[in-house]
Nanobody, 124 residues
Framework: VQLQASGGGSVQAGGSLTLSCATSEFSFEENSIGWFRQAPGKEREGIGCFGGKENTPYYAHSMKGRVTIYGDKDKRTIYLQMMTLRAEDTAVYFC??????????????????WGQGTQVTVSS
């Protein structure tokens, strides 16, 4: 099982960025994929997840209202669209997979498969 996050980069505060999570040998029609981030010196933080069984996104408080998670099953890819970015959003962003069909309320420990992160840097 492979998950690969991509699309990170540098952006000005107030800007937008969309990250992609490409999956291999992982069915997110039956499982779920989550998005997390980790800033230097801070713990890993959940952003939200896409519950494959319900085909529905769920959002944590960390970026709620500024992000949209959606999936493209034909491309086997989950997206994290981020808007109105702030300097404090600077972090390495990860996508991860869990065999749970419903993902709401589950933390990082529920996720078995992790991809390499992608760096997002927001300058003020």
């Amino acid at each position: 099982v492979q998950l690969q996050a991509s699309g990170g980069g540098s952006v000005q505060a107030g800007g937008s960025l969309t990250l992609s999570c490409a999956t291999s040998e992982f069915s997110f029609e039956e499982n779920s994929i989550g998005w997390f981030r980790q800033a230097p010196g801070k713990e890993r933080e959940g952003i939200g997840c896409f519950g494959g069984k319900e085909n529905t996104p769920y959002y944590a408080h960390s970026m709620k209202g500024r992000v949209t998670i959606y999936g493209d099953k034909d491309k086997r890819t989950i997206y994290l669209q981020m808007m109105t970015l702030r300097a404090e959003d600077t972090a390495v962003y990860f996508c991860a997979g869990t065999i749970l069909a419903y993902c709401a309320g589950y933390g990082a420990n529920a996720y078995r498969y992790w991809g390499q992160g992608t760096q997002v840097t927001v300058s003020s």
